[in-house]
């Protein structure tokens, strides 16, 4: 979807500011909130690209005004209420709850629980290369992405939507995430380091030398 | 969220964040132990130290830095780093005197965790680096502070912006 989310060559948002000694997190609830995600997604109550596109589908105004784990928190309760995990009624209660006595809220430890999950966050996720399809492009090739514009969730970003480029390198086959964020199936593509020139992109405002490297669904390409 | 449709600033999430955190745990889906045990994983044992590691090792092994660059994955795994967020799939790339490279993700934030740690992010909303970085790689540099220019650098580098693979 063309979100505020593709934010590639986008200005006007100050400079970058650098945090000296930067903690990983800012407060406890981000540490919450971190957790609460790889459970979930651990436990396959949701997959990485409903995570991705459940933060896509945050009002614009919001995502633009929230941090990071602002945006995780947004979509890990977007997703629960949705997949009936939790009911949202079910969940304003609570908070209200909390918020009028927050001592109720007692710790509770599952060892079994937590031995499964930590094995299985170390292990990794299992997306490794698929078998088929065969890729229909090889290292060099020239290729056109498609001027696409899809309502839902996509990895090939606006800025480079109808450019030319060239195949940089195969990666392998995997899951598409256009498929598996909206329950189509992983529908399993061939996936590949598509390279631009910097003008390609950016035109006269190119920096010289300049080349970038995005890493593209063979469905987003054509032959050029 | 909150249900809130004024002009304040939206509530700080900690309340909501518990509660939900609370109502996993009931359902079993969640326990107290598992909170503590994630979050000790991302605050001491994986970090930028580790890529730091296999950087520090391809300088000294030129044989392991021929693995890295044709496998990054299984390289990283020889050190013991691996798991979630990007340690099944990964693409390690060299700065030369005329490449340098800086990766940004323009879409989501994914990161290479087993090497990285989780990404650095202030506490307060900051897009900067996600716009500019694609387009601008040389006033973005920061992005990539373990990777300085080459020493030596005589030819203009050539620029290389790309998003990370974090299947």
């Known amino acids: 979807m063309n979100g505020v989310h593709d934010l590639g060559g986008m200005q006007g948002f100050g400079p970058v500011a650098r945090e000296p000694n930067e903690p990983v997190f800012h407060a406890d609830w981000e540490k919450r909130v971190l957790a609460m995600n790889v459970a979930a997604m651990t436990q396959r109550l949701y997959n990485v690209d409903e995570f991705r596109h459940g933060i896509e589908r945050m009002g614009a105004a919001h995502y633009l005004a929230s941090g990071y784990y602002e945006h995780w928190f947004a979509a890990v309760e977007t997703l629960l209420i949705e997949k009936g995990v939790v009911k949202r009624i079910e969940l304003d209660v609570r908070t209200a709850a909390l918020g009028a006595n927050p001592a109720a809220h007692p710790r509770r430890d599952d060892p079994a629980l937590s031995a499964r999950l930590l094995h299985a966050v170390r292990a990794g996720s299992a997306a490794k290369s698929e078998a088929a399809p065969a890729p229909r492009f090889r290292a060099g090739d020239r290729v056109l992405t498609r001027n696409t514009h899809p309502a839902g969730h996509t990895r090939l970003p606006r800025y480079a939507r109808g450019r030319h480029g060239a195949i940089e390198r195969f990666h392998g086959v995997y899951t598409l995430p256009d498929a598996h964020a909206h329950g189509r199936g992983r529908q399993p593509q061939p996936l590949y380091s598509v390279r631009f020139e910097g003008r390609e992109l950016w035109g006269e405002s190119a920096e010289p030398g300049a080349w970038v490297y995005l890493d593209l669904w063979e469905s987003y390409l054509e032959p050029a | ?167």
């Not at chain 2, 107290?32 to 090792?57: C, F, H, Q, T, W």
């Not at chain 2, 990161?111 to 601008?136: D, I, N």
Request: hydrophobic share 35%; aromatic share 6%; proline share 10%.
């Open chain 2, 1 to 167: 969220m909150g249900g809130t449709h004024n002009s304040e600033p939206e509530p700080y999430p900690a309340l909501r964040v518990r509660a939900l955190e609370s109502l996993l745990i009931e359902k079993g889906l969640l326990s107290s132990d598992v909170v503590d045990k994630l979050v000790a994983i991302y605050e001491n044992d994986v970090g930028p130290m580790n890529g730091a590691r296999v950087v520090a090792r391809a300088w000294v092994d030129s044989a392991y830095k021929q693995r890295l660059l044709a496998d990054g994955a299984a390289a990283i795994a020889e050190l013991g780093f691996g798991g979630r967020g990007g340690g099944d799939k990964l693409v390690a790339v060299e700065n030369t005197p005329t490449v340098h490279n800086l990766v940004v993700c323009t879409l989501c934030s994914c990161y290479p965790w087993p090497v990285l740690g989780l990404p650095p992010v202030s506490s307060s909303p900051s897009r900067s680096r996600f716009g500019s970085g694609t387009a601008a790689p040389r006033s973005a540099t920061w992005c990539c502070p373990n990777a300085p220019p080459a020493p030596g650098t005589s030819a203009r580098p050539s620029w290389r912006g790309s998003s990370p693979v974090t299947r």
